[in-house]
């Protein structure tokens, strides 16, 4: 078993500490670390982290339409997506599946919300198909059915066409 890296080694790169993302880069940037260096327990625990911050920044701009220049919803695909690539390597694809389907639930609900600044609602409809697209190449690699992935790549899709459509009602009528 490797040694576990001193978290302040793990600090990828300098970040500001008034910008509101600073702890989710830097929670993906000591995982990228830990993951670079074999630490596949350490890189785990930095990217679900890193997830949890990404869905409390998603809430707090669903709050507030003060959250400019983040994207939480680009940020939690990312922290979702390095987690299962840890699970996935780990011969996980159960775990690595669920982690970006609860991603992909997260930002279904926030396209959902019609209480929710239009462009958060628009940010997670962007991200939406590479979220999808991780989901259905793990759930590929784990040697899902044909039919449960279309039914995951439908449930998404309709979500976002729901949202646009909704959104056109409104602002273009």
């Known amino acids: 078993m490797k040694p576990s890296l001193p978290r302040a080694a793990a600090l990828e790169v300098s970040i500001a500490a008034h910008e509101p993302d600073s702890r989710w880069r830097s929670l993906i940037a000591q995982g990228n670390v830990s993951f670079r260096a074999g630490h596949m327990d350490e890189a785990l625990a930095f990217y679900l982290d890193g997830f949890v911050e990404a869905e409390r920044l998603l809430r707090m701009a669903a709050c507030e339409a ?17 987690a299962g690539n840890v699970h996935m390597d780990r011969g996980n694809h159960r775990k690595a599946q669920e982690t970006l389907q609860c991603a992909t639930a997260l930002l279904r609900a926030s396209i959902k919300d019609e209480t929710a600044p239009v462009e958060l609602r628009m ?25 449960a992935m279309e039914e995951e790549f439908k449930a998404a899709k ?10 056109k009602s409104k602002h273009f009528h």
Do not use: K, W, Y
């Open 66 to 82: 003060g959250l400019t220049g983040v994207d939480p919803a680009e940020m939690l695909v990312i922290a979702a997506s390095n």
């Open 123 to 147: 940010t997670c409809v962007r991200n939406m198909n590479p979220a999808i697209n991780e989901v259905l190449a793990h759930m590929r690699r784990a040697g899902a059915e044909s039919q």
């Open 158 to 167: 309709q979500v976002a066409f729901d949202c646009i459509a909704n959104l």
